[in-house]
């Protein structure tokens, strides 16, 4: 195989973790909002460490993301 | 051709999504190859954050009212904003370390933001909006003041005992050959997470910002029932663009608040 072909496969193969990210979101989000729904006057607390945990979370998948550029431009 | 007749700016860009990061110098200081500090777009684009914090900062404590006007009333939501985050994770003792993470969250919060600003098409890269913080080693140099900060901190505060961190109290003396190596590891990766985070943020933010509008001169260079659909991509920038706001301000939010975690070890290491 050309080792360009390769290139573009492995960085495809790179942003796999992407499913791990969406289902995390997906999880996250769903969870914040039925505690929102359940409890609506705790909803500011909860807002600022949702927050941050969705920063961290998205942060994973970029990760990845500049794995793919490592292996695509360089 | 359909190309021709657009206006410049909705012509299908050149460019790759990439382009947008390069680095180009507007005043040469290169001796030799050996010490290379030219002025580059980076640093005009750093001068101009720094500019504008200032100049915000001085607009909003210049005439001090007991009932805030428009901008002073700006300046306080963005200090008691930090001054919160600030007093929750560090309590009285983080006060000292206040001027510091306002200066670390002003500085990413404007290069991210004014990052987003489009730039002037048909004019030279020089002078193109460019986003510091999409560029690893800018990230990177803050991280590691951060960092830094708190390991100098620590040790001149603590003396040895700042090396309780890697031993948190509680954990059985068993495990303790475990737990040491992990805490190691785990606090040399900090910089290097809290640069990459940042980094890779605002990176991908721009390159698929960029993407979409290639997909829209794309389009509508195709013409007929193409040129229409272009409308799909051109509602996508839009919804990008408004999560690129939210991604500046968390990102910048997020960088502060783990940098107040950080510096709480170094007020208390023995957790």
Same mark, same amino acid.
């Given at each position: 195989?050309? *080792?360009?072909?390769?290139?573009?496969?492995? #960085? $495809? &193969?790179?942003?796999?973790?992407?499913?791990?990210?969406? /289902?995390?979101?997906?999880?996250?989000?769903?969870?914040?909002?039925?505690? *929102?729904?359940?409890?609506?006057?705790?909803? #500011? $607390? &909860?807002?600022?460490?949702?927050?941050?945990?969705?920063? /961290?979370?998205?942060?994973?998948?970029?990760?990845?993301?500049?794995?793919?550029?490592?292996?695509?431009?360089? | 051709?359909?190309?021709?007749?657009?206006?410049?700016?909705?012509?299908?860009?050149?460019?790759?999504?990439?382009?947008?990061?390069?680095?180009?110098?507007?005043?040469?200081?290169?001796?030799?190859?050996?010490?290379?500090?030219?002025?580059?777009?980076?640093?005009?684009?750093?001068?101009?954050?720094?500019?504008?914090?200032?100049?915000?900062?001085?607009?909003?404590?210049?005439?001090?009212?007991?009932?805030?006007?428009?901008?002073?009333?700006?300046?306080?939501?963005?200090?008691?904003?930090?001054?919160?985050?600030?007093?929750?994770?560090?309590?009285?003792?983080?006060?000292?370390?206040?001027?510091?993470?306002?200066?670390?969250?002003?500085?990413?919060?404007?290069?991210?933001?004014?990052?987003?600003?489009?730039?002037?098409?048909?004019?030279?890269?020089?002078?193109?909006?460019?986003?510091?913080?999409?560029?690893?080693?800018?990230?990177?140099?803050?991280?590691?003041?951060?960092?830094?900060?708190?390991?100098?901190?620590?040790?001149?505060?603590?003396?040895?005992?700042?090396?309780?961190?890697?031993?948190?109290?509680?954990?059985?003396?068993?495990?303790?050959?475990?737990?040491?190596?992990?805490?190691?590891?785990?606090?040399?990766?900090?910089?290097?997470?809290?640069?990459?985070?940042?980094?890779?943020?605002?990176?991908?933010?721009?390159?698929?910002?960029?993407?979409?509008?290639?997909?829209?001169?794309?389009?509508?260079?195709?013409?007929?029932?193409?040129?229409?659909?272009?409308?799909?991509?051109?509602?996508?920038?839009?919804?990008?663009?408004?999560?690129?706001?939210?991604?500046?301000?968390?990102?910048?939010?997020?960088?502060?608040?783990?940098?107040?975690?950080?510096?709480?070890?170094?007020?208390?290491?023995?957790?």
């Amino acid at each position: 195989m050309d *080792a360009e072909a390769a290139k573009y496969i492995g #960085a $495809g &193969l790179a942003v796999l973790p992407l499913f791990g990210v969406g /289902l995390g979101l997906g999880i996250m989000f769903g969870n914040f909002l039925s505690g *929102a729904f359940r409890n609506p006057s705790a909803t #500011a $607390g &909860l807002t600022g460490n949702f927050f941050i945990a969705f920063a /961290l979370t998205e942060a994973t998948g970029l990760f990845a993301l500049v794995i793919a550029f490592l292996i695509l431009f360089s | 051709m359909i190309e021709q007749l657009m206006p410049s700016f909705l012509r299908p860009l050149a460019a790759g999504p990439m382009e947008q990061f390069e680095i180009v110098r507007i005043i040469p200081l290169d001796f030799n190859g050996a010490v290379d500090i030219s002025f580059t777009n980076a640093s005009l684009w750093m001068v101009i954050v720094v500019l504008s914090a200032t100049l915000f900062f001085a607009l909003a404590t210049r005439r001090l009212a007991l009932i805030p006007g428009g901008t002073q009333s700006m300046g306080e939501v963005a200090y008691e904003f930090i001054a919160k985050m600030v007093r929750d994770t560090m309590g009285d003792e983080g006060r000292q370390f206040f001027p510091f993470v306002f200066t670390l969250f002003t500085f990413v919060f404007l290069s991210n933001f004014l990052g987003l600003l489009p730039s002037i098409p048909g004019t030279p890269a020089a002078v193109h909006s460019f986003t510091v913080t999409s560029h690893i080693i800018v990230t990177f140099t803050l991280a590691i003041i951060s960092v830094g900060l708190v390991v100098v901190y620590g040790l001149i505060k603590h003396g040895f005992g700042f090396l309780k961190l890697f031993a948190p109290s509680g954990v059985p003396l068993w495990l303790l050959p475990l737990i040491t190596p992990i805490e190691i590891v785990s606090f040399l990766s900090r910089p290097v997470s809290l640069a990459v985070r940042l980094f890779a943020n605002m990176l991908a933010g721009h390159v698929v910002l960029k993407v979409f509008a290639g997909f829209v001169g794309s389009l509508l260079a195709a013409g007929g029932v193409l040129s229409i659909l272009s409308v799909v991509p051109l509602i996508g920038i839009v919804g990008v663009f408004l999560l690129e706001f939210l991604v500046a301000f968390l990102q910048a939010f997020v960088f502060a608040i783990l940098t107040c975690i950080y510096l709480q070890d170094a007020l208390h290491p023995s957790h």
